[in-house]
C-alpha cells in the first residue's frame, strides 16, 4: 500500500457490492416465505455463499437469474428431513438456521470453521432450549450443534443481546413460523440498528411483528408472502471508500444508499462529520468530501455501528489529536478479537493505542511501514488498507481475506484511488 494523495478534489463514484447483513437475512426470509422471492443485487461472497449453499443442503432453492438476481423458492415452512450444514466462516449462517430449523422437522447438525467455532452461540441453544426445542451444542463456542426438530410453540423468552444481536434476530426471523404468538424480551442489547432491519424485512415479507414497549419483541404467526427486494449497497464496505475520502482529501459518492437506509452503519459518515470532513445524505446516495486532514481530539460511543469502528481507529494516527472509540467490548468476539488485532497492527506502526475491555483510544504521530496480521479478519484488512492510501509501507499478510465480503475490494480501491509511481499498492508477494 503506497501514498496516494493524487486524488484531491476529484470527484468519484464508488461501486460498493450489496449489503451482506440485508442479503443473508433476505435469503432467510424468502426460504421462510411461500413461494418465489427475487433478491436483486445481492452481494456475491464467501458469507453469501455459504449461507446459500447452507440453504440448499436445507432443502431451499436459489437459482441466479440472467440479471445476476437470486430467485429463492421458499415452502411457507421451516424445512423438512434433516441435514448436516456446513456455515463455514458465515456467522449469520450459525445464528439464523438454527432457529429456523427448529420451526421444521427433522435431526440437523450445523457446524463450521475454526475461526466459527470459536465464535459463541452457546446463548442461541439456550435460549432454543428453553423453547422446548431439543438441542445440543457440543464444541467450546458452541458448535457443532445439534438439533432435533419439531415445531416451535411460540410463548415467552428472555433473550440475552450482550454479545451479539444475531441471536435475536435469527429468533425474531423464525418467529412467526411458530405454532403461537412469540413474545421475546432482549436485554442489554447491542447493534440496536440490525435488529431494526431485521424487523423492517420480517415486515417486507408480510410478517406481524412490532415491538410492545422496548426491548419487548411479540411475533404473531402467519409466516412469510414471497417478494421481490433490491439490495442495498453494503454501507459497513462503504465505510472504508469515504474514510478514503476523508483522509485523501476527494469527493466520493456512493449510489444507492440514502437516507432511507435500512443500515445503521451508514451512521460512520457522522463520525467523519465530527472528524472534519463534508457529508452530504440525499435520497439514493451518500457523498463524503474530505480535506485530508481530521480532526481529532473527541471521543465516540460506536457500539451501535461496531463493524466500522475499525475504519476509524485505523486512519486515526492521521488526526491532529487523540480519538477514543468506546462501546465496542462485543468486537472482540467476532472473526478476531478485533480491538486487539487493530491495537497491535498500530503498535506495529508505531502509533501509541491504549485499549480497555471496550474501548481503544489512538494518539496521532508518524505510522512506519509494518507487515499487517489480517487473523482471517475481512475488516482489519480493509480498514488498513484506507491507512496504507496515506501510510507508505504497509502490507498485509492475508489480502485476500477481504473475499469474506467484498472480493472486489483491492481492485475498487485502486482504480478509485490510483497508487502513485506506478509501484501498486503492497500486499502479500506484491499481489494486487
Known sequence: MTTSTGTAGRALTARIPGSKSLTNRALLLAAAADGTSVLRAPLVSDDTLAFRAALDDLGVAVETGPDGAWAVTGAGRGPVGGARIWCADAGTAARFLPPFAAAGAGAYVFDGSDQ??????????????????????????????????????????AVDGGLSSQFLSGLLMAAPLARGPLTLTVRDLVSRPYIDMTLALMRRFGADVTEESPGVFVAAP???????????????????????????????????????????????????????????????????????????????????????????????????????????????????????????????????????????????????????????????????????????????????????????????????????????????????
Open 116 to 157: 466459527l467455532r470459536a465464535r459463541p452461540l452457546r446463548a442461541l441453544a439456550d435460549a432454543l432450549e428453553r423453547l422446548g426445542v431439543s438441542v445440543r451444542a457440543t464444541g467450546a463456542g458452541g458448535l457443532p450443534l445439534h438439533l432435533s426438530a419439531d415445531g416451535v410453540d411460540g410463548g415467552e423468552l
Open 222 to 432: 402467519g409466516g412469510y408472502t414471497a417478494t421481490d427486494l433490491p439490495v442495498e449497497p453494503d454501507a459497513s464496505t462503504a465505510s472504508y471508500v469515504f474514510a478514503a475520502a476523508a483522509v485523501t482529501g476527494a469527493t466520493l459518492t456512493v449510489p444507492g444508499l440514502g437516507r432511507d437506509s435500512l443500515q445503521g452503519d451508514l451512521g460512520f459518515v457522522e463520525v467523519l462529520r465530527t472528524a472534519g470532513a463534508r457529508v452530504e445524505i440525499g435520497a439514493d446516495a451518500t457523498t463524503v468530501t474530505g480535506t485530508g486532514r481530521l480532526r481529532g481530539g473527541f471521543e465516540v460511543d460506536m457500539g451501535p455501528i461496531s463493524d466500522t469502528f475499525m475504519t476509524l481507529a485505523a486512519i486515526a494516527p492521521l488526526a491532529d489529536g487523540p480519538i477514543t472509540v468506546r462501546g465496542i467490548g462485543h468486537a472482540r468476539l467476532k472473526e478476531s478479537d478485533r480491538i486487539a488485532a487493530v491495537a497491535e497492527n498500530l503498535a506495529a506502526c508505531g502509533v501509541a493505542v491504549e485499549t480497555g475491555p471496550d474501548w481503544l483510544t489512538v494518539r496521532p504521530g508518524p505510522v512506519r511501514p509494518a507487515t499487517i496480521a489480517c487473523h482471517r479478519d475481512h475488516r482489519i484488512a480493509m480498514a488498513f488498507s484506507v491507512l496504507g492510501l496515506r501510510a507508505p509501507g504497509l502490507v498485509l499478510d492475508d489480502p485476500a481475506c477481504v473475499a469474506k465480503t467484498f472480493p472486489g475490494f483491492h481492485a475498487e480501491l485502486e482504480r478509485l484511488f490510483p497508487a502513485q509511481g506506478g509501484s501498486g499498492r503492497a500486499t502479500e508477494g506484491g499481489a494486487r
